[in-house]
């Protein structure tokens, strides 16, 4: 297996042989505003550059899209992705808005469904405190729900991608029923204008770190987003201050074999 960071929540996860890319955002730097909803709206976003072209970036066999929030899909990999890619999406929502764009091969990814060899389970999240985030998400007229997804093959270890959530008794459930080996994480403590966060923060990553302590952690969604709290230079010092050696905090561009 390999995992590489590309920019935000985009990966390149190569297992089994099969490439996918999950949640492309792939505008440049500075393309778009903040959200409104959200802190540092003023801030344009992404704050950084894809570490690589686009072209190389969406040469695989398949894409995953967690939810199609703007910064976890947008015009530049509608226009980029193959029309006849296979897509894996949350919802039936997701998929008439993807299929809506053009695109020909969309699935529902469901709690088991099988990939050239491999089998893709997707998890439940919370994209925030539920009881606080789905009626503030309702009052922009925003989706709230996301999803993760689970990696399993005969050849590989198990991955978990957790996707846009805090920690939750959901990714509790995820990681005592799949045990994960390698499992990615969305951490920088986005936050919006009511000071709740839609993803983890440090404390929500103890509580991975401390249910699943065998397993090696992987920061991603770090550095881009206006509306970030948590910063990659903020989790290397916890990193180092307590000495944990299961927690890797990629760089854009970095691969990751395991």
Sequence with gaps: MKITQIRNATLIVEYENTKFLIDPWLMPKDYMPGFDMALNSNIRQPRVELPFEIEKIVD???????????????????????KNKKIFVQSKEDKDYITQKGFLD??????????????????????GKREIMKPFCDSFNVAYDAMGVV?????????????????????KEALDKYHPEIVIINACAATVSNNERLIMNIED????????????????????????????????EFKNKYD????????????MSF
């Excluded at 066999?61 to 992705?81: G, L, R, Y």
């Excluded at 099988?114 to 089998?119: A, R, V």
């Excluded at 399993?152 to 920690?167: H, R, V």
Aim: glycine residues 2%.
């Design 60 to 82: 695989v066999d398949a894409v995953i899209i967690t939810h199609v929030h703007p910064d976890h899909w947008d015009e530049f990999a509608q226009n980029s992705i193959d």
């Design 244 to 255: 944990i050696k299961n927690l890797l905090i990629p760089d854009d561009g970095e691969t």
């Design 151 to 171: 990696f399993k093959s005969n050849n590989e270890k198990t991955l978990y991608i957790a996707g846009d959530t805090i920690f939750c008794p959901e990714v």
């Design 106 to 127: 969309v699935e529902i990814l469901s709690n088991s469904t099988e990939f050239k060899n491999i089998t893709l389970y997707k998890t439940k999240t919370q994209h």
């Design 205 to 236: 990553i103890k509580e991975v770190l401390k249910n699943s302590p065998n397993s090696t952690i992987i920061a991603s969604h770090m550095d881009t987003v206006s509306h970030l709290t948590l910063t990659r230079k903020d989790l290397k």
